[in-house]
């Protein structure tokens, strides 16, 4: 079973998303699927909307997210 990740991560991946652009998060799910590796789900509530990857490529490598490609 998976359970919640520690408060830290959701605060780094609010400040990865929010510190760019008009970046909005408005629903935010994050599930440690494995030690120090991570799954995502969210909302972003944006002016100048982009692609997924996008995104994906403003997660802090160190956290661990899933999806994350370098």
């Not at 909302?43 to 997660?59: G, N, W």
Request: hydrophobic share 40%; charged share 20%; with cysteine.
């Amino acid at each position: 079973m998976y359970r919640q990740a520690a408060p830290y991560i959701f605060t780094a991946i609010h400040a990865a998303i929010e510190t760019n652009d008009s970046n909005y998060i408005d629903d935010l799910h994050v599930w440690c699927i494995r030690p120090r590796l991570y799954a995502v789900e969210l909302v972003i509530v944006t002016s100048a909307p982009q692609c997924p990857e996008h995104y994906k490529r403003l997660f802090p490598i160190e956290l661990g997210i899933g999806a994350h490609r370098p």
